[in-house]
T-cell receptor
Framework: ETGVTQTPRHLVMGMTNKKSLKCEQH?????MYWYKQSAKKPLELMFV???????ENNSVPSRFSPECPNSSHLFLHLHTLQPEDSALYLC???????????????FGSGTQLSVL | RKEVEQDPGPFNVPEGATVAFNCTYS??????FFWYRQDCRKEPKLLMS???SGNEDGRFTAQLNRASQYISLLIRDSKLSDSATYLC??????????FGKGTTLSVSS
């Protein structure tokens, strides 16, 4: 148990659906991340929040909308997704982003998303 | 050139073997380096950080070669439970970790 909890574990949605992924960390960290992992591809950084402020948006399509109401919670709102968006979506946290180069990431279990 | 490159493998080795993986990175400003382990359908978990002087944790040894811009992971006396995908990750000040695709290791009895 890494202290980072993601729900749901699995999600199947149609292209016209709206759904949200939730992430909660119990580690007292101040930075939270969304990564996408597709088959045969490296983990791709999507968004970074540091002290609730978005500090990185890695050219992610607007059909993915993050929300970080506080340092412990992170959401990823999904709308009008495409089949190629099917992937494992991983949330991670670290104590502070950008302050020390030795920041270690702790990942949640991920949400396996299938878009039909 | 990709930022972080790894040989995807798979590396198929018998129990007790010694196996080594390399990971090359393109950004010479990279400052921190890590190895993560990822089991099938699970999240990546930190295996070890990689320090400039090299470091060891039990059967695992990590090395950094800044001149050639690569890091390595050596696993001695492989166990069945070492079967997994090993991801290297690098970053520089102010940026999030960038990961390689991972190297798959399969240890058989």
């Amino acid at each position: 148990e890494t202290g980072v909890t993601q729900t749901p574990r699995h999600l199947v949605m149609g292209m016209t659906n709206k759904k949200s992924l939730k992430c909660e960390q119990h580690l007292g960290h101040n930075a939270m991340y969304w990564y996408k992992q597709s088959a045969k591809k490296p983990l791709e950084l999507m968004f970074v929040y540091n002290f609730k402020e978005q500090t990185e948006n890695n050219s992610v399509p607007s059909r993915f909308s993050p929300e970080c109401p506080n340092s412990s919670h992170l959401f990823l709102h999904l709308h009008t997704l495409q089949p190629e968006d099917s992937a494992l979506y991983l949330c991670a946290s670290s104590s502070r982003q950008g302050v020390s180069v030795y920041e270690k990431l702790f990942f949640g279990s991920g949400t396996q998303l299938s878009v039909l | 050139r990709k930022e972080v490159e790894q040989d995807p493998g798979p590396f198929n080795v018998p129990e007790g073997a010694t196996v080594a993986f390399n990971c090359t990175y393109s950004n010479s400003a990279s400052q921190s380096f890590f190895w993560y382990r990822q089991d099938c359908r699970k999240e990546p978990k930190l295996l070890m950080s990689v320090y400039s002087s090299g470091n060891e944790d039990g059967r695992f040894t990590a090395q950094l070669n800044r001149a050639s811009q690569y890091i390595s992971l050596l696993i001695r006396d492989s166990k069945l439970s070492d079967s997994a995908t090993y991801l290297c990750a690098v970053n520089q000040a102010g940026t999030a970790l960038i990961f390689g695709k991972g190297t798959t290791l399969s240890v058989s009895s």
